[in-house]
C-alpha cells in the first residue's frame, strides 16, 4: 500500500484515477479546490477509510507525507481554461513548483499531466515526443499551452538541480464518464447535444482530425508510467492514434444516441489544430507494451450511458 496525493482528484480525470488507486489498495488524498471538478465524481469514496478529501488551491503551498504525487489540478477545457486564464497560468506554474517543492521536502515521485498542447498546432504528423511544438505564445490558449510547457520546464529542472524523481506524460484528448457536461469539448458537447435532439454544432467543416483515448486506456498508462524503472522519466505520449474526423464523430455519436440531430457548421476558433495524433511507440517500448485497449465506439457507449444518467438525474 502507497499514500498517494492526487491534485485535480475531484475531476473528470482525477476521479477516474482516485477510483482506480483505492481499488489498487492504496491509501489516497484527492485535493481539490472544486474549480471544474465535482465532489458528484468522488461521492462513492467518502465512505472509504483510505480515502480522504481535502479542500485545497494549489497555487498555495501544501504539505502532506505521502509516496506518490500525480499533478492533475489545471482546468483542461478552453471554456474553463480560457475564463480566467491568468489564474490557468498560475495553477499549472505555481502549482507545479508548490508540488515539486513537496516532492523535494518529502522525497515522493511525483508525475506531472502534461499535454499533447505542448505541440500547439503541430507541424509533423503524428507528433513524437521529440517534436518541440509549434505554439503561439501570446494567442486564447496559450494560457494553458504555455503554462503546461513551463510546469514541463520546471520538472526538468527541479529533476538536473534537486534529483528529484519526476515523471512527464503527455495526455492526448480524453473522454468518457465524469466529464463536465458544459466544458465545450468536443465529446461532451455532442453527446449532450444528441441526447436533447438538439443541433450539433460543429466548428469549421469537420474535416479536422482528432484521436480519442477512453479514461480507463490513460488511467492505466499513468499507473505504468509512475511506477516505472527511476531512470525513465518522459515525456512520454499517452493517447489512442486511431484518427477520425470531427464529422464522423458527430456522425456516430448521433447514430449510437438514435438521435434527431442535425449537424451544423460554424466559424473555426483561434489556434484550434487542424489535426492531432500520438506517436505511441515510447509508451509501448518503456511501459510494458501499454497500448490503448477501448476503441471509440464502446468507449462512446459508456460515455453516452453517463451523460443519460445525469441528464435524468438534474431533471
Ligand atoms: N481530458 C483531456 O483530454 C486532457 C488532455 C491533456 C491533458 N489533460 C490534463 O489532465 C489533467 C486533468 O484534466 P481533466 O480533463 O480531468 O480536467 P478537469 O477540469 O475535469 O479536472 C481538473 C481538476 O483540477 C481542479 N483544479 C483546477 N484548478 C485547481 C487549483 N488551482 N487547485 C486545485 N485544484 C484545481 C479542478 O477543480 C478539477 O477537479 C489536467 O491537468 C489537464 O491539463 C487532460
Known sequence: MKRILVTGGAGF??????DRLIKDGHDVICLDNYFTGSKRNIEHL???PYFELVR????QPYFAEVD??????????????????????????????????????I??????ASTSEVYGDPEIHPQTEEYWGNVNPIGIRSCYDEGKRCAETLFMDYHKQNQVDIKIMRIFNTYGPNMHPNDGRVVSNF????????DITIYGDGSQSRSFQYVDDLVEGAIRMMNSPKDFIG?????????????????????????????????LPMDDPMQRQPDISLAKERLNNWT?????EEGLIKTITYFDNFIRDIK
Request: net charge positive; aromatic share 4%.
Open 13 to 18: 480525470i482525477g476521479s477516474h484515477l482516485c
Open 46 to 48: 467518502l465512505p472509504h
Open 56 to 59: 485545497h488551491d494549489v497555487i
Open 68 to 105: 506518490q504525487i500525480y499533478n492533475l489540478a489545471c482546468p483542461a477545457s478552453p471554456v474553463h481554461y480560457q475564463y480566467n486564464p491568468i489564474k490557468t497560468t498560475k495553477t499549472s506554474v505555481m502549482g507545479a513548483i508548490n508540488m515539486l517543492g513537496l516532492a523535494k521536502r
Open 107 to 112: 522525497k515522493a515521485r511525483i508525475l506531472q
Open 191 to 198: 453527446i449532450m447535444q444528441a441526447l436533447k435532439n438538439q
Open 235 to 267: 515525456p512520454v505520449n499517452i493517447g489512442n492514434p486511431n484518427e477520425f474526423t470531427i464529422l464522423e464523430l458527430a456522425q456516430e455519436v448521433i447514430r449510437l444516441t438514435q438521435s434527431k440531430s442535425k449537424i451544423i457548421f460554424e466559424k
Open 292 to 296: 490503448p485497449n477501448i476503441q471509440l
